[in-house]
Each structure stands twice: as structure tokens, then as C-alpha cells.
């Protein structure tokens, strides 16, 4: 039996079958705000047929959400689809695992829960989880499993789609891994600085962690273009793709109905 996830966030909805942590099939789509319930519905019916996965075999479902106007279109979309209720991250009730010792827990991303989530229970602690999606946020994870604080800073689409929108001169690229790091005209340029500019700031935002910390952490990174970042960090970074999902299945181990049966 398999579990529906399924996360939104402000570029893409990511919609995953898991099998244990096993990812089985994904799918992305994009973030569209205007769509209704019954949109979601036919789309999701639609990737279950491509996936050749029927309803009887899922489960369970589980969402997490970054994007509140679309939370309930398509929590009530996966709810139709599987005909039972689905857990939310972030709703009352809903165990994680994880402490939230921020100065406003309530304020914490779904998807920073999910993502440290899935940390804590593969990697060694203290954890730092870089997600590089529309912003990149940097989650710190204590020893004691507690989610103390970190960062958010514009993403690295985002500040390049800013820079070229603002910039009459500069044209819109594609990222790429750069050949070299002195770029020799403008496009190299543009490609040298968002990689190395980005790896260069968490290599300096990880060791500044480790200062405070007093330990050097455990750095999972995840999400939009890290796989293109991280080979260009000093610091060991583990890439992990599927994190996110993998919190969600971690979730669902704690909050799961007797009668859940999904492989562990």
C-alpha cells in the first residue's frame, strides 16, 4: 500500500507515491492560485491513471502548504480522490516529532517542517537543511531534535530573474554549472555569480552556524537547484532530492491510523 503526498509550493506542486521513503512516481506541476478544487481533482485523477496506480492502492494521503488560498482546493481535492480524510502539516493535532523552539512556532513553513523533518530521522545531529526553492531557507536542528531558527533569503531564480528584469543590459539565462569563475563575458558572468555567489554563501552561512554552535552540523541540502550548488561547496553537503516528501512520510509514521498500513 502506498501513501499520496503532496506539496505546495509557490512555484510547484509536487505530488508523490511513496512506498516506505521509496519514492514510486512524482509528478510536478505548476503553482496556479486561480484554479479550483475541481481542477486539482481531474489532475490528480489524471496522474494516478499515467502513474497506473489506483485509488485502492493508496492508503493514505498527507499535504504540506506554503500557499494558504490553495491549502484547502486541493486538501479537499485529495480527500475526494481517496474518499477519507488526509493530515495537513501544521494543523492542530498533527504530531511532527520536532520542537519548534522559535519565537513564533506557528509562523514556521509546512515545508521547513517537512524538510527538517525527514533530517532528523536519517542524518546526524545537529542538522542544517538548505532548501533552495523560490526563497532558500536555511532550517537549524539542535541535538535535542529542536528546530531553533535559521534564515530566509531570496532564491536563486528569483534573485536572477530580478536581476535581468532590472537590468536593461542583462539578458535571462538558464542556470547552469559555470566552466570557470572568472566569467569572460556577460553570460559566463551571470552564470559564475549565481552558483559560486550561492555556494560561497553557504559555505559562509554553515561555518558561521558552526561557530555558534560550537560543532560543525550535519548539511542536508534540498530542492530547486541545489544539485547545481552544492559540487561547488567546500563544506560536505549530502544532497537529498526527495527530503521533503521523505518528512511527510515520517509524519504520517506518527500521526497513521491503527488500520494504516504503509511499508516502513
Known amino acids: 500500500m502506498y501513501l499520496l503526498t503532496v506539496d505546495i509550493g509557490n512555484t510547484n506542486i509536487v505530488v508523490g507515491i511513496l512506498d516506505g521513503t521509496n519514492l514510486i512516481k512524482s509528478a510536478r506541476i505548476g503553482t496556479d492560485r486561480r484554479k479550483t478544487y475541481f481542477d486539482f481533482l481531474l489532475q490528480l485523477r489524471q496522474m494516478m491513471e499515467v502513474f497506473g496506480i489506483g485509488t485502492a492502492d493508496i492508503v493514505d494521503g498527507i499535504l504540506s502548504s506554503v500557499v494558504p488560498e490553495l491549502t484547502q482546493q486541493v486538501g479537499d481535492a485529495m480527500r475526494h480522490l481517496l474518499g477519507k480524510d488526509i493530515l495537513v502539516i501544521g494543523k492542530d493535532g498533527v504530531k511532527t516529532g520536532l520542537d519548534i523552539a522559535t519565537d513564533n512556532p506557528q509562523a514556521t513553513g ?16 545537529p542538522i542544517v537543511v538548505v532548501d533552495m526553492g523560490t526563497a532558500t531557507t536555511v532550517s537549524v536542528i539542535d541535538r535535542d531534535r529542536r528546530l531553533v531558527g ?3 533569503i531570496p532564491g536563486a531564480r528569483t534573485s536572477l530573474a530580478s536581476l535581468s528584469q532590472r ?20 553570460v559566463d558572468s551571470m552564470k559564475s555569480g549565481i552558483i559560486y555567489g550561492y555556494a560561497s554563501m553557504i559555505d559562509g552561512l554553515v561555518q558561521r552556524i558552526a561557530d555558534e554552535m560550537g560543532t560543525l552540523p550535519t548539511v542536508v541540502a534540498t530542492g530547486g537547484i541545489s544539485h547545481l550548488v552544492t559540487p561547488f561547496c567546500h563544506h560536505k553537503i549530502i544532497y537529498d532530492e526527495n527530503l521533503l516528501l521523505k518528512g511527510l512520510y515520517y509524519v504520517y509514521l506518527l500521526n497513521r491510523p491503527k488500520s494504516g498500513k504503509v511499508a516502513e
Open 110 to 125: 509546512a515545508d521547513r517542517i517537512a524538510d527538517a523533518v525527514g533530517a532528523i530521522n536519517q542524518y546526524p545531529l
Open 150 to 152: 535559521g534564515m530566509i
Open 167 to 186: 537590468a536593461s543590459q542583462l539578458p535571462f539565462i538558464t542556470i547552469e554549472a559555470p566552466t570557470c569563475l572568472i566569467g569572460r563575458n556577460t
